[in-house]
């Protein structure tokens, strides 16, 4: 295997707002925790059918 350096760019996202791409997960109950300097300050879960 070889060490290759992959480099991108992605498009600038509005600075209020998070996208979470759930397409790859497999079916199921997920929960999430949003973390701020290592307190965990919402949580909360989906499930994905």
Known sequence: MTN?????????LS?????????????G???LNIVHKNKIIKSTHFSKE
């Open 15 to 27: 600075s209020n707002k998070i996208y979470i791409n759930v397409n790859l997960l497999e079916k």
């Open 4 to 12: 290759e350096k992959l480099v991108g760019n992605i498009e600038k």
């Open 29 to 31: 109950i997920y929960n």
